[in-house]
């Protein structure tokens, strides 16, 4: 993974991916996620065309994802991307397809 981290002036150090790369995976309790480049994302709010994902982290990281709603993966476009992080990838690994936090 490659980032690129810049501090802005009032000190916060942002994260940025400069490859995106999108995968799926469902915790253990069948929620699904995104994973783009390190970083996690939870289906924050639905409507009839699109999902809005936002960061696991929440609080003060505005990162969001604006996706199609397919039911299928693969059919899945994205609309619109903020990938600016205020805060390191959190720690997990995928096993199996599922997402394992450590």
Not at 20 to 39: I, M
Not at 56 to 62: A, D, I, L, N, V
């Amino acid at each position: 993974m490659l980032l690129s981290t810049n501090v802005i002036p009032t000190g916060i150090l942002i994260y940025v991916c400069l490859f995106p790369v999108l995968q799926w995976v469902k915790k253990k309790d069948g929620k699904e996620l995104a994973v783009v480049n390190g970083y996690t994302f939870y289906c924050h709010k639905s409507n009839v065309k699109t999902k809005t994902w936002s960061c696991t982290k929440g609080g003060f990281c505005k990162a969001r994802l604006i996706i199609t709603n397919e039911i299928r993966a693969a059919h899945r476009t994205v609309v619109s991307a903020k990938l600016e992080h205020v805060h390191p990838p959190p720690a997990f690994i995928i096993s199996n397809g599922y997402y394992v936090k450590i």
